[in-house]
């Protein structure tokens, strides 16, 4: 599992890569990546119920891209 709140990181996501978001240390979010914009600093991620999100490198999200899948 890779971490970041870095740019870079949220640049390299590709549709369907399987990512966690904590806030506060505190799971808020986890689904796969939907889309995200060219720039990488927003993303758009779909749980396991199909509800899709967006999130913005500023919300003070932390990122967690999970190597594996993993049930909802």
Same mark, same amino acid.
């Given at each position: 599992?890779?971490?970041?709140? !870095?740019?870079?990181?949220? *640049?390299?996501?590709? &549709?369907?890569?399987? #990512? %966690? ?10 689904? !796969?990546?939907?889309?995200? *914009?060219?720039?990488? &600093?927003?993303?758009? #991620? %779909? ?26």
């Amino acid at each position: 599992m890779r971490q970041s709140r !870095s740019a870079a990181m949220w *640049t390299s996501l590709q &549709r369907g890569d399987f #990512v %966690t978001l904590l806030r506060h240390g505190v799971q808020a979010h986890k689904g !796969s990546i939907d889309d995200r *914009t060219e720039d990488g &600093r927003t993303i758009w #991620v %779909t749980d396991g119920i199909g509800d899709r999100r967006l999130f913005h490198i500023e919300d003070e999200y932390e990122l967690l891209v999970n190597d594996t899948v993993y049930s909802y």
